[in-house]
């Protein structure tokens, strides 16, 4: 488990050229008494100022003629020292206050913030000032004011993460067991609370040593003979020009130790959350990158929606995650194309790549054309994509409560779904718009809707709302991405039958996402069957349900249930997904199928078959020709 962890911040090649400064000095102050250094504090008049290498010092002498090695060596094990000890004083202090306050609330929150927010009004350095001031100069007492000036930094961060932990379902649920609080303080919140606390820490421990030598620079610190590195910046100083090396010695070192510091402490915060090493935090570009080999071919213009040889992959690892690969179909007004396939086949990247919705980074789309009504999507500027989304191309997902928004009402959200792409509308037209969206989605009573919060609303609800958005500028194509996996069976059939006389009635191109085949059979017009990020097999609905041609297809009826077919259970799909990163040469759904032989892992299948029926199965290829 350690090891794990250091080879994860060692992979950070900076974290690892910094953990190598820190391993030297620390070396270095460990075997500073067993190196026969001369004592630090002996003046020699004499000798003042030499430069180094000379009459015999190794780094020169002081304007006291001490020997600035010796010097420095013992005064950064003191530095060290102090600045580690004021960060674990603050951590502890700051992250206990912290602690207290999240997990207890109330009175004691209230009591213990302020008093913190008091620490929090004074600027940094001249609390820090005021504190040494009043105990007297000192390193003890230096070392007690940095402490002191760190601990709202601990005690803010830690308060806010316990807050959201003992707020938490879990939580609730041990205390509901009759768990006491001590108990619950130490075996639930506190462990989850050390990653926190470990990164708040290690960013500040470099500060905190730099603040330390501010102090016994301006000799508040360390008082002389004793020598740390900021009195000896302090004292080099008044000699920066004539005998630069006295302050440019002690200077170095600091910035080495805060510079280790600091670079081990970004490899640390990293380490311990995964989502920054993978850049799923880096802020991603409005629209999918876009590289592509070679001219783009030219687009269909005779469909709506064309999507052809369309390939995206994610590139988090060394091998990219080619999530989706070669895939082609289209699309008109009226049209209901469903793409059915396992959870992890590739669906939702697809429906995202049309508009170019995919984070990017990390990924990238590598070939392929998203042609819309002529047009190539990938090609044009980025305004014309993004005057696109929504009011040519809607989006309806899965889960509509991640999707609205939590402290709007409906109809303010219905209302800024159309003022969007059409600023000059007024608030009685939006109104009266949004009410009859809502009459649209079959709700009864939208005046009463339109004043609620998503929150307040069942699933069925929310998710004819999220259709109502959908609807709100008149699409050409929606797509539907699993619109009906987190309902209740009535209330799919519900929303399927409402999606269904919407692209009848109004012609829009609708492409359904689902992994359920019962539920496409209900409403599509044509099937695409993904795996493993490909198309294995297209065609009619009922051709395809009713004489499967892909093993895949197959297995994928035979799973999913049949209410009074008068078969036995559903028979699931023994084994996995092949990785991403790490596809067969051949047909990806070989390892998994009965018939497989040699000649389907040999090379790979290509999709045959006519326009109104492709299969990429060499079996049946061989069988049909
Ligand atoms: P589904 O068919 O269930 O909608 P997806 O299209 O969401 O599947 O995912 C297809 C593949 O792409 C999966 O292997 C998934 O792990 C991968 N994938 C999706 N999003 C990301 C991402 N942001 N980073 C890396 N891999 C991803
Ligand atoms: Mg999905």
């Given at each position: ?53 000379e ?15 010796s ?32 997990f ?26 005021a ?7 000192g390193?003890?007492?230096a ?40 108990s619950?303080?130490l ?74 510091i600091?670079?081990?402490g ?19 570009s ?16 005779q ?9 995206t992959?994610?590139?988090v ?15 008109n ?75 709007l ?9 159309m ?7 007024t ?30 609303l ?14 709100a ?19 799919q ?9 919407l692209r ?42 009713e ?17 009074g ?61």
């Amino acid at each position: 488990m350690m090891v794990r962890f250091a080879k994860r911040i060692l992979r950070n090649r900076l974290a690892g050229f910094g953990a190598g400064l820190l391993l030297m000095v620390t070396g270095l102050c460990l075997v500073t008494p067993f190196l026969g250094l001369p004592d630090p504090n002996v003046i020699s008049t004499a000798d003042r100022f030499s430069l180094p290498f000379e009459d015999g010092f190794v780094l020169g002498a002081d304007h006291l003629g001490r020997d600035i090695l010796s010097r420095l060596l013992w005064g950064t094990r003191l530095s060290l020292a102090v600045g580690l000890t004021a960060a674990l004083i603050a951590a502890l202090i700051g992250s206990l206050i912290g602690i207290l306050a999240g997990f207890f609330g109330g009175k004691l929150d209230d009591l213990l913030m302020r008093s913190v927010d008091v620490l929090m009004a004074f600027p940094y350095i001249l609390l820090a000032l005021a504190i040494v001031a009043v105990l007297g100069p000192g390193l003890m007492n230096a070392l007690i004011a940095v402490a002191i000036v760190n601990i709202p930094f601990f005690a803010r961060n830690v308060r806010g993460v316990t807050l959201v932990i003992a707020r938490s379902d879990y939580i609730a649920a041990a205390r509901l067991s009759g768990r006491g609080s001590i108990s619950l303080l130490l075996f639930e919140v506190v462990p989850n609370l050390w990653s926190v606390i470990i990164v708040a820490f290690s960013t500040t421990v470099g500060w905190m040593i730099l603040e330390t030598a501010g102090l016994s620079f301006l000799g508040l610190g360390s008082q002389p003979p004793q020598s740390d590195l900021g009195s000896m910046l302090g004292e080099g100083r008044a000699a920066l020009i004539t005998n630069p090396h006295t302050s440019v010695i002690p200077g170095l070192m600091i910035f080495v130790i805060v510079m280790g510091i600091n670079l081990l402490g970004d490899g640390v915060r990293d380490a311990l959350d995964p989502r920054l090493a993978k850049g799923t935090l880096q802020r991603s570009s409005p629209v999918t990158q876009v590289l592509r080999t070679g001219q783009p071919a030219p687009v269909d213009t005779q469909s709506t929606l064309d999507v052809a040889g369309l390939s995206t992959e994610f590139r988090v690892d060394k091998n990219p995650l080619r999530a989706v690969r070669d895939v082609s179909f289209s699309l008109n007004g009226g049209e209901c194309l469903a793409i059915v396939g396992e959870s992890g086949s590739g669906k939702s990247v697809t429906a995202l790549s049309i508009t170019g919705l995919v984070a990017s980074p990390p990924a990238v789309i590598t070939s392929g054309t998203v042609g819309f009504r002529g047009r190539d999507l990938f090609s044009e500027p980025f305004d014309v994509l993004r005057d696109l989304r929504g009011r040519r191309i809607a989006y309806i997902f899965q889960d509509p409560l991640s999707t609205l928004h939590p402290l709007l009402t409906v109809g303010a959200q219905l209302a800024e779904a159309m003022v969007t792409h059409d600023p000059r509308l007024t608030k009685p037209v939006l109104r009266r718009r949004a009410i009859s969206l809502l009459e649209d989605v079959r709700i009864a009573n939208p005046e009463h809707i339109m004043m609620s919060y998503p929150h307040a609303l069942s699933g069925g609800m929310r998710q004819r709302i999220g259709i109502a958005m959908a609807l709100a500028n008149d699409p050409d194509i929606i797509i539907a991405d699993e619109p009906t996996t987190a309902l209740d069976v009535t209330v799919q059939a519900q929303v399927l039958r409402i999606l269904d006389d919407l692209r009848r009635q109004k012609g829009v191109g609708l492409i359904f996402i689902s992994h359920d085949l019962n539920v496409v059979s209900q409403i599509s017009d044509r099937i695409a069957v993904m795996y493993a990020g490909q198309i294995v097999e297209c065609g009619p609905s009922r051709d395809v349900l009713e004489q499967p041609a892909h093993p895949y297809t197959r297995a994928l009826l035979a799973s999913s249930p049949q209410i009074g077919a008068g078969g036995g259970l559903p028979k699931p799909i023994d084994g996995g997904l092949p990785r991403p990163d790490d596809l067969p040469a051949g047909c990806a759904f070989a390892a998994r199928c009965e018939m497989a032989t040699d000649i389907c892992s040999a090379s790979a299948v290509e999709l045959r078959g006519s326009a109104s029926r492709e299969v990429r199965c060499v079996k049946w290829e061989a069988a049909n020709g």
